[in-house]
């Protein structure tokens, strides 16, 4: 008997559409999953205890051998809400920054738009997200996920890194997506196993009106905010299609990326039942 594919998720509420097959369907009884922050899934990915996995878009970058599930995205087009950097000071002026550890993506595009945009480097230390222990010796500190949901804006300067980002290029940004390890597929009947269709089914059946609601009494509790603004984070602030635009504003992520350092070249993306073909073709899936 072939074993059930293990899947490496994240423990964030942005995820929760996504998930909604494996947590309120019966997904759970064909694949084997776990539940991680984003860091941690790409390391799952890279070390071979996960063959599917939510990442960080950076991480497919310095991971090989791994296939994209297409059409299926976090991303934002315009404020998120969940990827603040929280500083004591106006962005040029920041010179030290305690980032989230369990972040990949974010802490490059904020590598990125400090290099290109706000006046080079800066010195980055990876810290548990604690904001008053990370603002103790930083002049700023990047938080993600749920913790950056209940952040209390009126006591920092905050700065949307999607919004900064929409603002300086014009493009959504793109934070995380399925991959899929080559070696995971081998020996598997593609025909029976379509897991393009069977994640995107998951997502659509989580992005509808009522399991939105469902979501929100289930999430509010635990993030600490209201079910409206569940609702509202969900539905307006992320969005979790990965159509034309959202590849655009990838590939800019990975030009720049490469050409600020932080990446030491651009590896095209390659989708599930096709050869790698480059970004730009890949622009049509």
């Not at 959504?172 to 598997?188: C, E, T």
């Not at 655009?248 to 992520?253: A, Q």
Request: net charge neutral; aromatic share 8%; charged share 25%.
């Amino acid at each position: 008997m072939t074993p059930r594919l293990r899947v490496s998720a994240i423990s964030f509420l942005n995820t929760a559409p996504l998930m909604w097959g494996f947590d309120h369907e019966d997904l759970r009884r064909q694949f084997e999953v776990h539940y991680t922050v984003p860091a941690a899934c790409a390391q799952e990915l890279r070390a071979g205890v996960a063959d599917i996995g939510i990442i960080p878009v950076i991480a497919y970058q310095t991971i090989p051998d791994l296939v994209v599930i297409p059409k299926v995205s976090i991303a934002a087009d315009g404020p998120v809400r969940s990827i603040l950097l929280i500083s004591k000071k106006p962005m040029e002026q920041i010179k030290t920054v305690a980032t989230d550890s369990s972040s990949r993506t974010s802490v490059a595009l904020c590598r990125v738009m400090m290099r290109k945009w706000f006046g080079g480097q800066r010195v980055f230390t990876a810290m548990e997200p604690h904001l008053p222990k990370m603002l103790m010796d930083s002049d700023a500190a990047l938080i993600i996920g749920d913790p950056a949901l209940t952040v209390d804006h009126s006591k920092y300067i905050c700065y949307d890194l999607a919004a900064e980002w929409k603002r300086l290029t014009g493009k959504p940004f793109v934070f995380a997506f399925w991959a899929v390890r080559k070696a995971a597929l081998d020996g598997r009947n593609s025909s029976k196993m379509d897991l393009p269709r069977t994640f995107q089914t998951s997502r659509d059946h989580g992005l509808e009106p009522e399991n939105i609601e469902k979501l929100a009494r289930e999430w509010a509790p635990r993030v600490g905010i209201s079910e409206d603004d569940v609702k509202s984070y969900l539905t307006k602030n992320i969005e979790y299609s990965l159509d034309a635009s959202h590849l655009e504003g990838l590939e800019l992520f990975y030009q720049l990326a490469a050409e600020n350092g932080v990446i030491p070249a651009v590896k095209p993306l390659e989708f599930i039942g096709e050869q790698a073909r480059g970004v730009d073709s890949a622009l049509a899936c």
